[in-house]
Every structure is written in C-alpha cells, then in structure tokens.
C-alpha cells in the first residue's frame, strides 16, 4: 500500500506577529514543519507534498530536495490547499495523510494508529479527534446516535448545541486518495468565512455511503496548533517534557528536567549526568559516562564518552574520550580535541586541533592551530593568527612546552619537543629540541623605585 501526505503550510500566521513564516518558528530547535516532515519520513511515506505559499522560498531552504512543493497562491482555506497537490497526487493510488505544518506535538505512533484503523475499517476518510475541555477555536465532530461520524463542523459555523461538543478535529486526515480529490471537487464556499473547507470533504463522502472513522488520541497535547507566540511557548515546553522523559528512561540521568534544555535531534549515551541550566542544542551528540554542566550551553557539537564539561560553550566542536573542558571554557567551530586534553577556565580554542593527552589550562587563546599529544600550553599564551587581512596557521610538535604568557606570531612551526620560554614573542619557527627566549633583557634601576615615588608627591 502506497502512503502519500500533504502538509499544508501556506498561511503566513499574521498571529504570530512576526518577519519570519509561521511553520518555520522552532520548537526545541526544529522548525515545525521540519518536525512533521521528519515525522513522515519515520513511517516512511512514499511521498511528501508541501503546500506553500508566503514565504515559499525560505521552506524549500529549511526542507530542500526530500519533499515535493505546491503553491497557493491566494489564501482560499484548507480545502484549496489541499487541491493544490491534485497535479502530483490525484491519480494516484493508495492512502493519502493530510497534516498542518505547525502541529509539531504529533508523534509517529498516533500517526500509525491512525493509518491502521483507517485501512482494517476500510475507510474512505478517518479523523483524528481529541477530547478537549475547552475546544475553542478547533472544529467539532458531530457523530450520529451509533457514533458514526456524520461531518465536521467549523467552529464559526456551529450551532450553539454543536459548540458544546468537546470532541475536536485535530486537523489531521486521514483518505482514499482517489476519494479524497474527487470529492475535494466538489467542495464550495458557502460558509461564514467563504472559504473551501478541507472538512467538508467528511461529509461529502458521507453522503456519498463511504464510511468515515474517527480515531482519538488518548493525548490532547498532539492536537495543539501554533497561532501566536503563547501556543508556540506551551508546545516548546510541552515537547521538552517528553524529549527529557525520553533520555532519562534511556538511562540518562537530569538532576533537574525542569531545567534542562534538550532539542529534538540531541543524542545522549547511558549513564550521562546532566546537571541544571545545561542547553544542548541542534544536531549535538553526547556519549556516554559524561558529566555535563552545570550552566553549559552546546550546540551542533560531538562528545566522546567520559567527556567533562563544567560552566563552558561549545559550539561546532568535538571533543574526545575522557577530556575535561571548563569551567569557563570556549569551543568555537572547528575546535577538535583528542582523548585526554584538557581545556581549562577562560579558554577559547578555534578552528584548532588539539592532540591527546595535550593541556590548555587556563587563560589562553589557540586559533587556526595543530596542537600535537602532549603539548603544555601555559597561562595566558596566545596563537596570533590574523595580520589584519588573512588568518595563518600555527603548529605545535608533540611534547612542546609553551610557557606562560607567550605569543607565537603566525605562520610558525614549533618542532618536537621545543621549549619555550616564558613571556615570549616568537616570530621564527623553532627547530625540535631547542629552547627559544625572546624578550626584552631585565633591567634594575637601584633605588629608582623610591625616588619615582618622591616625585610624584611632590607633584600633588
């Protein structure tokens, strides 16, 4: 059996009171529609038609080349959309979703179920419906004395007695797709708002003697579509409650969850500790035995197993088995560490790698460098890559000993086992072995000190 889906995500949500198209507003660091689409690549839906309209151009940027587009051009309700995708899928045979692309609660196993009793009740349409205790603004199923589905009634269009039904279309459909154009042809606007209601679509078939079914989900939640900023807040938080169950029934242990920020696409191992006010962010993947936090914020970066990271921001970076990163510390992109290094408070490390073994323990900068295994780099030692047009690189041998304070002026090659000396500025590369000094001779003026200071008494 063939599942085809349309997503519909052409309106601009004026609501949301915002530059940016509504269905492209993350939640736990996803757009939405990217969540539904995500969604239907799980249970692998032969194909996937977006219905786009303002901001067309900046959805094909966020979803590119795995689904297929339709636009609506003028905004003339659900049903038009729908109709939208008639020149990709209307003579198609098999089954057909219809899903809007800003209801990211939506999990693969109700979508399943959905599909399941749709084909065992050989259904031309099957609804998801939810129980709600204040189902304003959503549709309401109105079913006959059996409890068959009769239609689907906007809530604009309801009678007083059907605005007290409090079982609510979720906007989620389920059809025969050849059924599903046919009668999508025959849909008018003659309603409060004159618009082609997707809904409507129940009833033609109705009417027509094909059955329609309804499956409601056991949790509401799912139904909840984003509007304005405070529906997009309560599905954030709402979504973040199940990712954080999720890890910690994985073996992830979160001090406390309530303060833990975990987007969708974050991995974590077994017997990772995540301590309170931690973000891990975007596409990040944490191995297991590691400590996280607290107060660190990670984004799109990989961490090994064993890996500490303490009041720190990584982003774009990855980290070896067994290192200690912080507190304090800065990863920026291109930053790669090896097993066992240590990076230490106020540390920022750029576009660097950074053998094993290697430490940076405090109060330095290493940017567009090649650390090797075992290198010490001291207390306030900088790499200076920019001459103010062009970043150059610096490389440090095995072994090396960078002393406190030092500045290597790139493009620079310390060699195996070099050592240089404390508050230097070294601009030539250093051979293997040798020791390098480079700054101004001491100079003591006895007395001088105290006289200085006479001086200056006087002065005042």
Same mark, same amino acid.
């Given at each position: 059996m063939h599942i085809h889906a349309i997503v519909l995500a052409a309106g601009q949500g004026t609501r949301m009171k915002s530059k940016l198209y509504k269905v492209l507003h993350k939640v736990c660091g996803k757009p939405m529609v990217k969540h539904i689409v995500d969604l239907l690549h799980k249970i692998q839906v032969d194909r996937t038609v977006v219905v786009v309209g303002h901001g067309a151009s900046l959805v094909r940027d966020v979803l590119g080349e795995q689904v297929e587009y339709a636009l609506q051009e003028q905004q003339l309700g659900t049903g038009h959309a729908v109709l939208q995708a008639a020149d990709l899928l209307e003579n198609l045979e098999g089954t057909t979703l219809i899903l809007y692309g800003d209801t990211p609660l939506l999990t693969e196993q109700t979508i399943r179920n959905l599909i399941q009793i749709h084909n065992e009740k050989q259904a031309a349409g099957t609804l998801l419906t939810a129980q709600m205790d204040n189902p304003t603004g959503y549709g309401r199923i109105v079913r006959d004395a059996q409890g068959e589905v009769l239609r689907i009634v906007e809530e604009k269009d309801c009678t007083d007695e059907e605005r007290k039904i409090t079982e609510s279309n979720t906007g989620t459909y389920c059809f025969n797709n050849r059924q599903l154009f046919e009668a999508l042809h025959q849909v008018t606007n003659e309603n409060a708002q004159g618009e082609y209601y997707v809904t409507d679509v129940i009833g033609i078939l109705q009417k027509a003697g094909h059955h329609i079914e309804g499956y409601c989900t056991n949790d509401p939640s799912e139904a909840i579509g984003v509007n304005d900023r405070v529906a997009l807040a309560q599905v954030e938080e709402i979504l973040r409650k199940r990712i954080n169950k999720l890890h910690m029934l994985s073996g992830v242990t979160l001090i406390n969850p309530d303060s833990t920020y975990i987007d969708a696409d974050v991995r974590i191992g077994a017997d990772t500790i995540i301590h309170p006010e931690c973000y891990l962010r975007g596409a990040t993947s944490v191995g297991s035995d590691c400590t996280i936090g607290p107060q660190t914020e990670i984004t799109d970066s990989l961490l090994h197993n064993g890996v500490q990271v303490k009041q720190s921001v990584l982003? $774009?970076?990855?980290?070896?088995?067994?290192?200690?990163? /912080?507190?304090? *510390?800065?990863?920026? !992109?291109?930053?790669?560490? *090896?097993?066992?290094?240590?990076?230490?408070?106020?540390?920022?490390?750029?576009?660097?790698?950074? /053998?094993?073994?290697?430490?940076? !323990? %405090?109060?330095? +900068?290493?940017?567009?460098? %090649?650390?090797?295994?075992?290198?010490?780099?001291?207390?306030?030692?900088?790499?200076?890559? +920019?001459?103010?047009?062009?970043?150059?690189?610096? $490389?440090?041998?095995?072994? *090396?000993?960078?002393?406190?304070?030092?500045?290597?002026?790139? !493009?620079?090659?310390?060699?195996? /086992?070099?050592?240089?000396?404390?508050?230097?500025?070294?601009? %030539?590369?250093? *051979?293997? /072995?040798?020791?390098?000094i480079a700054r101004s001779r001491q100079v003591n003026k006895p007395g001088y000190a105290v006289r200085m200071k006479s001086r200056i008494k006087k002065q005042k």
């Open positions: 982003n $774009q970076a990855e980290v070896g088995m067994d290192s200690v990163i /912080g507190p304090f *510390a800065y990863l920026r !992109p291109g930053a790669k560490l *090896a097993e066992r290094v240590k990076i230490g408070d106020f540390v920022e490390i750029k576009n660097a790698t950074i /053998g094993e073994g290697s430490k940076v !323990p %405090h109060l330095s +900068y290493v940017g567009d460098a %090649h650390v090797g295994k075992d290198v010490n780099i001291g207390c306030g030692a900088i790499t200076a890559n +920019y001459d103010g047009v062009n970043k150059h690189v610096t $490389q440090i041998d095995d072994h *090396a000993f960078i002393g406190s304070n030092s500045n290597l002026i790139a !493009p620079i090659h310390i060699g195996k /086992g070099a050592y240089i000396v404390a508050g230097s500025t070294i601009t %030539h590369d250093v *051979a293997e /072995g040798d020791l390098a």
